[in-house]
């Protein structure tokens, strides 16, 4: 669109580029200042731009105005024009731009493509590129550029070098623009020496002491390059069992755990992320008991997330009111039969008091194995997603669907487009990643197991003005997550045309389905998505919104309010927002309760601890219903939870055919990154008479860590 600027023909960016001044972005700028306070005059938009530009020419005839200088008559016109509260919202939008900028150069970041600074800071702290003495020496556009780039590298395997800077430009654009982000160790390790780009991978922990330690260095091998990993210990023999080596006793899976758990605090990703693992240990382990109530006894596994495999014949067992047999690995012979029901109620006391173990439902998880013959699924990655095999890998991304939207609908064909320029760069991945081992390209190469997942649903179902909790936000779910998946097979499938099926396919069950060909095994992965969804500014994978305003501790002493940018703008929009509003929402972070809004927001604003634990848990399996792989998410339960609540949860996701879950109750761990705390003047205050510590209407406020990226609980150890 050309220009409508009368005698000004260009404009001084801060970084002092000149580019073409465009009117149209004055008009914004004057109809995002009324829209924020309400002022219904949006027809007089135009000619207030109008008058702007008029300004401006007289003031600066044949030169070429600053951004700021511009930015100062857009303030002068509002003012004088009786616009007094459109001006003044104006004035505070520019003082937050501008400290955000003080904020993004004080950590050294130049910011590119204007990112919340909660963004800036965990790019900063993760992802972009350092010299030898430490400095960024890169844009968040320069990684992306990076990213794509070394990415679309491997395009050259199968075509020209003009194929590669056609995929390289398209990889940058869907990135860039927040349409799609991949897992952490790509956006790390691409174009570096480091090269390792999955984050998921799942070791053997075989029955013998040269065996559990060569895992844990495979381990330390993969944390160190951001990935994680998972476990089954399953194979382990019980404690007190017969070592015939050494005439000794075996003291236990729980005990190399332990050394599992050190190292990997050892280790500590590079300084970059704290190391992650998902520990499994069969519900017909004899030591299954110690297991389930190890994590509620110690301090100890702050870096394991701990999961029960139950089978089949345990759940029959559990309905039944029978007693199922406990075996041991080292013989395959039963050593006892425990009540079902017993060892469930214990799982279910323990997760209520401390969030582990979560249930695999470990055949389940078979009965989708795309390659049986390969061997059997026995464990998970850290946060449950992705089930794979031994020495197996997989890398991980997501589309932004809030990126997806259209007003209130969804853009079903830029969504399929994503998709399938997504799925060609995971697939491109695998190729372009250096693995840390030499089985794990073998197996990994062998299946080409891709995981594409989706973030900011939440964001999704608020634009269509749909509440979380509700059997139309479920359609939804079922109606997406059958299209994603449909469009990655298919986009799978067109890959495998051009350069081949996996090379396991014809072992597979796509073969033996009638499927042609197929580029990769699975296709499809539910991920959480924290840091990436905090890089896009949408919430984590397919959770609702936690807390729709809380305080953000960015430096001690130093707490920023936040609040949901959405909530906000609606609030705006319908002339109930004030500060002071925002701020009382920040005491429980929900609006279901508080007065003055209007009942339809409230219903479409609904918090994950406003959520009833059954739609939690039907929410997760309408995705899992059209997912390939696993599906995380958290039944998020609020502190007064019942262990009925866990229960039903358990037993709900077991009869809607979940491969797992998880449940949180708010409060079960000391460390969970968003808690209540007492801020500034708006502590409580001691009775005069009353007991120590004893306070008088006060009621504390969320607040979370400089890096909280929205849930309850990190769903990462």
């Not at 236990?252 to 605090?265: E, L, N, R, W």
């Not at 089985?439 to 995981?451: A, C, S």
Request: glycine share 8%.
């Amino acid at each position: 669109m050309k220009s409508r600027g009368q005698g000004i023909a260009s404009i001084r960016k801060r970084d002092g580029s000149v580019e073409e001044f465009r009117v149209e972005k004055v008009e914004k700028a004057i109809r995002r200042a009324m829209d924020a306070v309400g002022d219904e005059a949006l027809s007089s938009v135009a000619s207030l731009a109008e008058q702007a530009v008029r300004s401006a020419s007289q003031r600066f005839s044949g030169k070429t105005p600053t951004v700021e200088a511009m930015q100062d008559i857009v303030e002068e016109v509002l003012a004088s024009t009786g616009h007094t509260d459109a001006a003044r919202a104006y004035i505070i939008y520019r003082q937050r731009r501008a400290d955000a900028r003080e904020s993004k150069v004080a950590l050294g970041v130049r910011d590119d493509l204007k990112l919340p600074i909660n963004a800036i800071h965990v790019l900063e702290r993760r992802y972009l590129a350092r010299d030898e003495s430490g400095d960024i020496v890169e844009t968040p556009r320069g990684m992306f550029s990076r990213v794509a780039k070394a990415v679309a590298s491997a395009e050259l395997a199968y075509g020209t070098e003009s194929d590669a800077l056609r995929w390289e430009k398209e990889f940058y654009g869907m990135m860039s623009k927040l349409e799609f982000l991949p897992n952490s160790p790509t956006l790390m390790n691409a174009g570096t020496s480091i090269g390792q780009l999955s984050a998921c991978f799942v070791l053997p922990v075989e029955d013998s002491m040269v065996d559990i330690f060569e895992t844990v260095k495979n381990m330390a091998l993969i944390h160190q390059s951001g990935g994680g990993t998972g476990f089954s210990f399953s194979r382990l023999r019980p404690k007190n069992d017969v070592v015939k080596s050494t005439g000794g006793i075996a003291s236990g899976p729980v005990s190399f755990m332990q050394i599992f758990d050190t190292a990997t605090d050892v280790v500590k990703q590079g300084g970059r992320r704290r190391g992650a693992n998902m520990g499994v240990l069969s519900v017909c382990h004899p030591d299954v008991l110690e297991f389930i109530t190890v994590k509620s006894r110690t301090d100890l596994f702050r870096n394991f997330n701990l999961r029960v495999a139950v089978t089949d014949e345990f759940m029959h067992a559990l309905a039944e009111g029978k007693q199922y047999s406990l075996r041991n690995p080292r013989t395959g012979k039963e050593v006892e039969a425990k009540w079902a029901q017993d060892v469930f109620d214990l799982i279910v006391a323990t997760a209520w008091k401390c969030g582990d173990p979560g249930l695999i439902f470990i055949d389940e998880m078979n009965r989708h194995n795309p390659t049986p013959n390969l061997g059997r699924i026995e464990a998970t990655n850290p946060c449950g997603e992705q089930p794979l095999l031994p020495y197996e890998s997989c890398n991980l991304g997501s589309v932004n669907l809030s990126a997806m939207m259209d007003g209130g609908e969804l853009d079903w064909d830029k969504l399929a487009a994503v998709i399938r320029a997504a799925v060609r760069f995971l697939d491109d991945v695998i190729d372009a990643t250096k693995s840390p081992l030499p089985e794990i390209e073998q197996v990994t190469k062998g299946n080409r197991k891709i995981g594409l997942g989706v973030m900011g649903f939440a964001e999704m179902l608020i634009k269509m003005e749909v509440p979380y909790d509700s059997e139309e936000a479920v359609d939804a779910a079922e109606r997406l997550m059958q299209s994603v998946t449909d469009t990655a097979r298919g986009a799978s499938a067109d890959l495998a045309r051009e350069r081949g099926s996996f090379p396991n396919f014809e072992r597979s069950v796509w073969r033996q389905k009638g499927c042609d060909c197929l580029r990769n095994a699975t296709v499809t992965s539910v991920a959480p998505t924290g840091t990436i969804g905090l890089i896009a500014g949408v919430s984590s994978g397919i959770e609702p919104v936690f807390a729709l305003s809380y305080f953000r501790n960015v430096a001690e002493g130093t707490r920023l309010l936040e609040q949901n940018a959405l909530f906000e703008q609606t609030a705006r929009d319908r002339g109930f927002y004030t500060s002071g509003l925002m701020t009382d929402i920040a005491r429980t972070g929900s609006v279901r309760d508080v007065t003055g809004i209007p009942a339809d927001v409230r219903r479409t604003f609904v918090t994950a601890l406003d959520i009833s634990p059954g739609w939690h848990v039907r929410m997760q399996a309408a995705f899992q219903k059209y997912t390939d792989n696993g599906v995380s998410k958290t039944v998020n339960l609020p502190h007064n939870a019942t262990l009925r609540d866990v229960r039903d949860a358990y037993l709900l996701s077991h009869e809607l055919k979940c491969k797992g879950i998880t449940v949180y109750r708010y409060g079960a761990r000391a460390g969970q990154t968003l808690h209540t705390g007492w801020l500034g003047n708006h502590a409580p205050r001691k009775r005069a008479t009353g007991p120590e510590g004893s306070v008088l209407n006060a009621q504390p406020f969320f607040e979370v860590g400089p890096e909280y990226t929205g849930d309850c609980t990190e769903c990462t150890p």
